[in-house]
C-alpha cells in the first residue's frame, strides 16, 4: 500500500523560508509525476508545484521564483524548498503522487507565515 509522509511544515515569519519534504513507500517502481498542493481555510485546494520523473517542473504562478520542487527518484522522494513566504502562503501542504492512472496523497503539513 502507497503511504506519502510529508514532514518539514511548521511556522515562520514572512520573508523566510521553509523546506518540505515527502516520502513514498509501499512502491517498487517510481511515480510518473509527483508534487505539492495546498489548501487554505475558506479555498480549494491548489496546484502549488509537480515534477516529472524525467523532471520537468511546473509551477503555480503565485510561487514561481520563490519555490524550488526537486525529487529523487532512486528514494521516491520529493522536496519543496520556500524562500521569501508570504503570508498568503498559508496553508495545509499536501503531496501527490501519480502513477499509472491512480493518485496518491499524503496527510498534510501545516504551512503557517506570521506577517
Known amino acids: 500500500q502507497v503511504q506519502l509522509v510529508e514532514s518539514g511544515g511548521g511556522l515562520v515569519q514572512a520573508g523566510g523560508s521553509l523546506r518540505l519534504s515527502c516520502a513514498a513507500s509501499g512502491s517498487r517502481f517510481a511515480f510518473n509525476i509527483m508534487g505539492w498542493y495546498r489548501q487554505a481555510p475558506g479555498k480549494q485546494r491548489e496546484l502549488v508545484a509537480t515534477i516529472t520523473g524525467g523532471d520537468s517542473t511546473n509551477y503555480a504562478d503565485s510561487v514561481k521564483g520563490r519555490f524550488t520542487i526537486s525529487r529523487d527518484n532512486a528514494k521516491n522522494t520529493v522536496l519543496l524548498q520556500m524562500y521569501s513566504l508570504k503570508p498568503e502562503d498559508t496553508a495545509v501542504y499536501y503531496c501527490?503522487?501519480?502513477?499509472?492512472?491512480?493518485?496518491?496523497w499524503g496527510q498534510g503539513t501545516q504551512v503557517t507565515v506570521s506577517s
Open positions: 501527490y503522487a501519480f502513477r499509472v492512472g491512480v493518485s496518491y
